[in-house]
């Protein structure tokens, strides 16, 4: 379980034989653990590279064993902040790829595989997904789902949605819609959502969104190039593995979410869904800046919230608010 940290199996065996023996020299522990004195100094080797431990002070000493708590928690930092920076470049991959594809979709539209492989259209501004998302939605029979971050809507997008969203309810189509926790703290946003409600939509909350998207009758998903700028343009996606992976995430999102008249239920040491959700962002390295934009709330309400959490936890880092927070149960060991 371990050799995420870097410790392989011999190098673990020697690092706890180390730590209940740290009188015992490379002779000794070859012959505890039925090892080549190569292969303990080898694992010597591994875990001076991982600072798990440190020369002795005398020369004729074998070393000794860093304190687990300290060695352990140090490493898994360190991976934590490798995995944020590994996933912080997939998602700037994930925007290129879009945009990249969307570019070339009408050049390279004549050369797809016949027998509806599915296609991507490039919407360039807010005026072409609007109009475009018009037409969509006079052909939609059966369901509409969209995830809508960013917090707080504008009057402008509810005053624009409000007509569309009415033929479609009028008309019996389902629509369920996800958005972040932070709307509750805006009256004209949930005015808008106990609407939505009142005319037979489903709504609910939650911590975090992954992105921007509208998927319409399982067959077709509108998703901006830009989550936090939808003013950048969107593509339009049908294709039955994307849209079967897309319709997934959303249920997935759907079950773990809180319907909008529901009042969050805990213990004093349980989080909320919008702490959880930032403490997994501040575990991973993002800033307030960043927390503030996922979380659709402003930069001081981010910080406050970053700030409560690692007092909770009594970390001096963010990288050790992480680590308390796995031991603690609140955030997965394989974050």
Same mark, same amino acid.
């Given at each position: 379980?371990?050799?995420?940290?870097?410790?392989?199996?011999?190098?673990?065996?020697?690092?706890?034989?180390?730590?209940?023996?740290?009188?015992?020299?490379?002779?000794?522990?070859?012959?505890?653990?039925?090892?080549?004195?190569?292969?303990?100094?080898?694992?010597?080797?591994?875990?001076?590279?991982?600072?798990?431990?440190?020369?002795?002070?005398?020369?004729?000493?074998?070393?000794?064993?860093?304190?687990?708590?300290?060695?352990?928690?140090?490493?898994?930092?360190?991976?934590?902040?490798?995995?944020?920076?590994?996933?912080?470049?997939?998602?700037?991959?994930?925007?290129?790829?879009?945009?990249?594809?969307?570019?070339?979709?009408?050049?390279?539209?004549?050369?797809?595989?016949?027998?509806?492989?599915?296609?991507?259209?490039?919407?360039?501004?807010?005026?072409?997904?609007?109009?475009?998302?018009?037409?969509?939605t006079d052909n939609v029979r059966r369901?509409?789902?969209?995830?809508?971050?960013?917090?707080?809507?504008?009057?402008?997008?509810?005053?624009?949605?409000?007509?569309?969203? !009415?033929?479609?309810?009028?008309? /019996?189509? @389902?629509? *369920?819609?996800?958005?972040? &926790?932070?709307? #509750?703290?805006? =009256? +004209?946003?949930?005015?808008?959502?106990?609407?939505?409600?009142?005319?037979?939509?489903?709504?609910?909350?939650?911590?975090?969104?992954?992105?921007?998207?509208?998927?319409?009758?399982?067959?077709?998903?509108?998703?901006?190039?830009?989550?936090?700028?939808?003013?950048?343009?969107?593509?339009?996606?049908?294709?039955?593995?994307?849209?079967?992976?897309?319709?997934?995430?959303?249920?997935?999102?759907? !079950?773990?979410?809180?319907?909008? /008249?529901? @009042?969050? *239920?805990?213990?004093?040491? &349980?989080?909320? #869904?919008?702490? =959880? +959700?930032a403490l997994r962002l501040l575990a991973?390295?993002?800033?307030?800046?960043?927390?503030?934009?996922?979380?659709?709330?402003?930069?001081?309400?981010?910080?406050?919230?970053?700030?409560?959490?690692?007092?909770?936890?009594?970390?001096?880092?963010?990288?050790?608010?992480?680590?308390?927070?796995?031991?603690?149960?609140?955030?997965?060991?394989?974050?």
């Amino acid at each position: 379980m371990l050799e995420l940290l870097g410790l392989d199996t011999p190098t673990e065996a020697v690092y706890r034989a180390m730590l209940e023996r740290p009188q015992d020299d490379v002779t000794a522990l070859a012959r505890h653990l039925d090892l080549a004195e190569d292969a303990v100094r080898a694992a010597w080797d591994k875990l001076s590279q991982l600072s798990l431990i440190q020369p002795s002070t005398a020369p004729t000493q074998p070393p000794r064993a860093v304190n687990p708590e300290l060695g352990l928690d140090y490493l898994l930092a360190r991976r934590q902040a490798e995995f944020a920076l590994h996933r912080q470049r997939m998602a700037a991959a994930r925007t290129a790829a879009s945009q990249l594809i969307s570019e070339y979709a009408d050049q390279y539209a004549d050369r797809r595989p016949a027998g509806g492989q599915g296609s991507m259209e490039h919407l360039a501004d807010v005026a072409q997904i609007r109009a475009r998302l018009a037409v969509l939605t006079d052909n939609v029979r059966r369901e509409v789902m969209t995830f809508a971050p960013g917090g707080a809507q504008t009057e402008e997008n509810m005053a624009s949605a409000r007509p569309l969203n !009415e033929k479609l309810l009028g008309r /019996g189509v @389902k629509m *369920r819609t996800i958005y972040l &926790e932070s709307v #509750r703290n805006c =009256a +004209a946003s949930v005015a808008h959502a106990n609407w939505l409600t009142t005319m037979g939509g489903h709504v609910r909350t939650a911590g975090e969104l992954p992105l921007r998207m509208t998927l319409l009758d399982r067959e077709t998903a509108i998703i901006p190039l830009n989550n936090e700028d939808s003013s950048e343009g969107a593509v339009v996606i049908t294709g039955k593995g994307t849209l079967t992976a897309l319709c997934t995430l959303f249920e997935s999102a759907w !079950e773990a979410s809180r319907p909008l /008249g529901e @009042k969050p *239920r805990r213990d004093a040491d &349980e989080l909320d #869904r919008q702490e =959880a +959700a930032a403490l997994r962002l501040l575990a991973e390295g993002h800033t307030d800046e960043g927390i503030a934009k996922r979380l659709g709330v402003s930069h001081r309400t981010a910080r406050r919230i970053a700030t409560a959490l690692m007092d909770r936890l009594g970390a001096r880092s963010r990288f050790e608010a992480g680590v308390r927070a796995v031991q603690r149960g609140w955030l997965p060991h394989d974050l």
